[in-house]
C-alpha cells in the first residue's frame, strides 16, 4: 500500500545545524516555532549553557507554553540548560562539563524511547559530542533507534560524520561576515 | 567620551542570511523571539509568501503580540505579506509581484524613516532585489541611513554583493544534505 499524504509528510526528522557562522541555534528555534504552532510538545535541552541566565529565547518559549496552558493553542514546552546550575548531584564548585553532559544526554535518551516530545532541540550536543564526551556510536544508536515520529534538532560546531551520515537534513551555517571580527561587542537581543 | 557597556550592546545592525541550505528564516525568527523579549517591536514582511497560507511562525507570533498586550511581557508584532492577497491595488487576477515587492518596500522605507519597530525581518527581500525588482543601490541608501538603532534582518538566495557590503552580520546557510534530494516531501512542522 502507498504511503498516504499524511504519512509523507509526518516522518521523523533528524536535522543538524553545524557550522562556524551565527544562526544554528536561532535557525533551531525557528522550527521550535513552527513544531509548537503544530500543537507537538517541545523539548529544548542546552548542553552547555547554564540555566542561570535567561534568554530571549528561553522567555518568549515560556510565554507559548503559557498560552498553551490557558487556551489549548500550540503545545507544551519543557526546558532544561545541562550546565552550571541544572544538576543537583554536585555543587557547582568542580563543576564538570563532561558528567553534566552525561547525565543530559541519558535524561534526553530516556525522553526519546518513551516519545515525551515531538520536536527535541539539542542545542550545542554536536559541539559536546565532537569534544568526545559522549560515545558517538551509542549516540547515533539511540537517535536511530527513536520510535514514532520524534523529530529531533541538533545544533552545534563540529558535527562529527557519524552525526551528519545518520541526520536527514545537515545544513553549515558558514560565516561570510561577523561584527566580533572587528572587535565588537555582542547586542542585546542579537546574541541573546 | 568613550561609549559606554550600554551602547557598545546596543548598536543597529544589518543581518543577511543567504545560501542553498535551510535555516535563513527560522534563523530570522528566532533573532525575532530574543529582540521580542528585549520588548523591542518586531515587524516582520514577507515579499514572497502569500499572507493567506497561515504558516506555523505567524500563529506563534501572533500569541506573543497577545501576550505583550495582555500583560506588558515582550514587545508588540506587526506581520504582512507582501505576496498574493496583500495589495488592495489590484485583483490577484493578474497579479504583477515586481509591483507587490515594491510597495511593500516603500511601506518598510517609511516605517525606517519613522523608527516604527525595533527589528525588521525582510523575509525573501534578498531573492526579490537579487530579481532585479527593486534599485539595489537606493536600498542600500535606505537601509544605510535609517535613523536610531533599527536592527534589520535580510533573509533569501543571491543576496546582492552591494546588499553584503553594507552589511554587518552575513551568514550563508549551506546545504550539507537535504530530504528533497531523494525525493520526500516538505514536512509539516518543519517546512512551515
Same mark, same amino acid.
Given at each position: 500500500?502507498?504511503?498516504?499524504?499524511?504519512?509523507?509528510?509526518?516522518?521523523?526528522?533528524?536535522?543538524?545545524? *553545524? !557550522?562556524? %557562522?551565527?544562526?544554528?541555534?536561532?535557525?533551531? /528555534? &525557528?522550527? #521550535?516555532?513552527?513544531?509548537?504552532?503544530?500543537?507537538?510538545?517541545?523539548?529544548?535541552?542546552?548542553?552547555?549553557?547554564?540555566?542561570?541566565?535567561?534568554?530571549?529565547?528561553?522567555?518568549?518559549?515560556?510565554?507559548?507554553?503559557?498560552?498553551?496552558?490557558? *487556551? !489549548?493553542? %500550540?503545545?507544551?514546552?519543557?526546558?532544561?540548560? /545541562? &550546565?552550571? #546550575?541544572?544538576?543537583?548531584?554536585?555543587?557547582?564548585?568542580?563543576?564538570?562539563?563532561?558528567?553534566?553532559?552525561?547525565?543530559?544526554?541519558?535524561?534526553?535518551?530516556?525522553?526519546?524511547?518513551?516519545?515525551?516530545?515531538?520536536?527535541?532541540?539539542?542545542?550545542?550536543?554536536?559541539?559536546?559530542?565532537?569534544?568526545?564526551?559522549?560515545?558517538?556510536?551509542?549516540?547515533?544508536?539511540?537517535?536511530?533507534?527513536?520510535?514514532?515520529?520524534?523529530?529531533?534538532?541538533?545544533?552545534?560546531?563540529?558535527?562529527?560524520?557519524?552525526?551528519?551520515?545518520?541526520?536527514?537534513?545537515?545544513?553549515?551555517?558558514?560565516?561570510?561576515?561577523?561584527?566580533?571580527?572587528?572587535?565588537?561587542?555582542?547586542?542585546?537581543?542579537?546574541?541573546?
Amino acid at each position: 500500500m502507498s504511503p498516504t499524504t499524511g504519512q509523507l509528510r509526518h516522518k521523523p526528522r533528524l536535522i543538524v545545524h *553545524t !557550522g562556524d %557562522g551565527k544562526g544554528k541555534s536561532t535557525a533551531a /528555534f &525557528g522550527l #521550535g516555532l513552527r513544531g509548537w504552532a503544530q500543537g507537538w510538545s517541545i523539548g529544548v535541552f542546552q548542553f552547555i549553557k547554564s540555566g542561570k541566565w535567561r534568554t530571549g529565547e528561553r522567555l518568549a518559549f515560556e510565554q507559548l507554553a503559557a498560552a498553551h496552558d490557558a *487556551t !489549548g493553542v %500550540g503545545g507544551p514546552v519543557e526546558w532544561q540548560c /545541562f &550546565g552550571p #546550575g541544572w544538576t543537583w548531584l554536585r555543587s557547582n564548585n568542580g563543576v564538570d562539563q563532561q558528567s553534566m553532559a552525561r547525565e543530559g544526554w541519558e535524561y534526553v535518551s530516556e525522553q526519546l524511547r518513551t516519545c515525551t516530545h515531538g520536536l527535541y532541540i539539542l542545542d550545542e550536543f554536536a559541539h559536546v559530542i565532537a569534544k568526545g564526551w559522549l560515545d558517538v556510536d551509542e549516540v547515533v544508536s539511540t537517535l536511530t533507534a527513536r520510535p514514532g515520529t520524534q523529530h529531533v534538532v541538533i545544533t552545534g560546531r563540529n558535527a562529527p560524520r557519524e552525526i551528519i551520515a545518520a541526520a536527514d537534513l545537515v545544513t553549515s551555517m558558514t560565516k561570510l561576515k561577523h561584527p566580533f571580527d572587528l572587535g565588537e561587542r555582542g547586542q542585546a537581543g542579537i546574541e541573546w
